[in-house]
């Protein structure tokens, strides 16, 4: 029973890693906790969302990711 957690971006570069499979059920605080500090503390700015499912959530505090989920962190898009 497992997640798959996506980093995309720069977000990739802080995890050193694209993806890591973590223990179900996956939770807001397991999350931060799986991620390590660097991703945590970019985790916490608005601008940076969470997908479960393919969906961005609206509040990603809500997260309640199930075994077979993937959850995807992404960062701010810029460009013009």
């Given at each position: 029973?497992?997640?798959?957690?996506?980093?995309?971006?720069?977000?990739?570069?802080?995890?050193?890693?694209?993806?890591?499979?973590v223990?179900?059920?996956?939770?807001?605080a397991?999350?931060?906790?799986?991620v390590?500090?660097?991703?945590?503390?970019?985790?916490?700015?608005?601008?940076?969302?969470?997908?479960?499912?393919?969906?961005?959530?609206?509040?990603?505090?809500?997260?309640?990711?199930?075994?077979?989920?993937?959850?995807?962190?992404?960062?701010?898009?810029?460009?013009?």
């Amino acid at each position: 029973m497992s997640v798959r957690i996506l980093f995309l971006g720069p977000l990739r570069d802080l995890a050193d890693s694209p993806e890591m499979l973590v223990d179900a059920p996956l939770d807001w605080a397991g999350l931060l906790a799986a991620v390590g500090p660097a991703v945590a503390a970019q985790l916490g700015e608005a601008r940076v969302n969470v997908a479960c499912g393919g969906r961005v959530l609206a509040d990603k505090t809500a997260l309640a990711a199930q075994d077979g989920d993937e959850v995807a962190l992404l960062p701010p898009v810029s460009g013009g």
